[in-house]
């Protein structure tokens, strides 16, 4: 069966302050939108207005490499606006990226399945 070779993670938390997050989320976004071998970016809240989780994508390792050097110029800002409770990556990772994301929560490799 076909697969790829995505990395893509998860990231749930609480809005702790919703201008300062709402900065962070357009901020990163835009960057993002710019990044080559970015897929998917999307930002959720719960019913609650507080709960959040952030669904992101990329083409491969290097595409996630190269977002996490953007990503680090707005860190502080998003963590001004929200806690990062639970950080899931999924993908084969390489041992430069598995560094870089050291902050991760859990590390899922690819153990089955297909993509159409």
Same mark, same amino acid.
């Given at each position: 069966m076909k697969l790829n070779n995505n990395i893509a993670w998860t990231v749930d938390g609480k809005i702790? /302050? !919703? @201008? !300062?997050? /709402? $900065?962070?989320?357009? !901020?990163? %976004? %835009?960057?993002t939108f710019n $990044? $080559?071998? =970015? *897929?998917?970016h999307e930002w959720y809240v719960a019913e609650d207005q507080e709960s959040i989780h952030i669904y992101e994508r990329y083409q491969d +390792? /290097? #595409?996630? +490499?190269?977002h996490l050097k +953007?990503? =680090?110029?707005? #860190? @502080? *800002?998003? *963590? $001004?606006? @929200? %806690?990062?409770? %639970?950080? /899931?990556v999924y993908g084969n990772v390489t041992p430069e990226l598995k560094s870089a994301l050291a902050g991760a929560t859990n590390i899922m490799s690819r153990y089955g399945g297909f993509v159409k």
């Open positions: 702790i /302050n !919703k @201008a !300062k997050y /709402n $900065e962070a989320m357009e !901020k990163i %976004t %835009t960057a $990044e $080559e071998g =970015s *897929l998917n +390792v /290097n #595409a996630a +490499v190269a +953007v990503w =680090s110029q707005f #860190a @502080a *800002l998003f *963590l $001004e606006g @929200a %806690t990062m409770d %639970t950080f /899931n």
